[in-house]
């Protein structure tokens, strides 16, 4: 499992270079010059000079690129335009309220969804299944904003159990899981079904119940775990999303997490901040696959040895 582990992470290390060159790039390739867009369109050629001086655009660009990386390697991702504090601050104050959010989402999405999936399987053709695809129809169709704000109306104003908004307690992440999750929970039901119809039709699970196994370690110890891969691959990517895809969810309920700074710094035009964003969505996708891989291994040994 080391080696696996091992030739995994080395995979890994490309594709952060990669990563790295094309955050680096990204202020470089917005229409126009950054640091007039910055100072705006009454801005003297002096000030427009001092803004590129300060954000370092009038280096060479491999030069500039160094600098980039020797900063990046030492925890520096630079200072807000807009604010002039360092980007590494603020982040530390936006990235447990996202952290938690995420987290409570994929729980409740992942248990559900799993338990959906497979009594649907189990079930097959009958009731419970009916009513377990109705559920992931209904998670996948209704729009999350709409959702959000129906939670508000319903469970903030017209019954007072829950706040409308912000992160005063943990009743302020009750609704914004629900509201982000419902989606992920649909898919992971209808992923998880398919998976385990496909794996209950084995030669191996009809071996165990003629060998007069119960019908619970059979869905539960040989069905259910071999049938995890797939929900592995689509929970892991799903849980990327979670993190970088929470921008809707956390403006609806006024969140102070990452994606609501997303969208302050896009408004006001703050490409350092934008720019240590992506670097960080795009290096979370990266190692949540590399997660998934190392999963994969635990799951079915025959990969880790292939």
């Known amino acids: 499992m080391g ?11 490309p594709l952060l270079f990669i990563v790295s060159v094309l955050v680096f790039l990204f202020i470089h390739l917005i229409p126009g010059d950054p640091a007039r867009l910055i100072a705006g369109k009454e801005a003297t050629l002096e000030e427009i000079q001092g803004i590129q001086h300060q954000l370092g655009l009038d280096l060479p660009l491999w030069k500039q690129y160094f600098n980039y990386m020797g900063d990046l390697l030492s925890g520096n991702l630079g200072q807000s335009i807009r604010s002039g504090l360092p980007v590494t601050d603020m982040l530390a104050s936006r990235v447990m309220p996202t952290l938690w959010l995420t987290l409570l989402s994929m729980a409740w999405a992942l248990v559900i969804g799993l338990f959906i999936g497979v009594v649907s399987a189990v079930y097959r053709n009958r009731w419970p299944d009916y009513v377990g695809t109705l559920v992931a129809i209904s998670g996948m169709s209704i729009p999350g904003f709409w959702l959000g704000l129906v939670l508000i109306q319903v469970f903030s104003v017209q019954l007072g159990w829950v706040p409308t908004g ?12 629900l509201t982000l999750g419902a989606g992920i929970m649909s898919m992971l039901a209808r992923y998880s079904r398919s998976s385990m119809l496909e794996t209950m039709r084995e030669d191996y699970i009809r071996t165990g119940r003629a060998k007069g196994l119960r019908e619970t370690v059979v869905v539960g110890r ?19 999303f979670l993190l970088g895809g929470s921008v809707m969810v956390e403006s609806v309920f006024s969140i102070p997490g990452i994606g609501r700074l997303l969208v302050d710094s896009i408004l006001y ?4 901040v934008i720019q240590a964003l992506l670097l960080i969505f795009a290096t979370q996708f990266i190692l949540i696959n590399l997660i998934v891989d190392l999963l994969y291994g635990v799951l079915n040994p025959k990969i880790r040895y292939s």
Request: proline residues 2%; without cysteine.
């Open 3 to 13: 080696r696996y582990a091992l030739q995994r992470l080395i995979g890994v290390i």
């Open 222 to 240: 040989h069905a259910l775990r071999n049938s995890l891969i797939q929900v592995v691959t689509v929970a892991g990517l799903q849980f990327g």
């Open 269 to 272: 035009r703050d490409y350092t």
């Open 166 to 177: 912000g992160v005063d307690s943990w009743k302020s992440y009750i609704m914004p899981s």
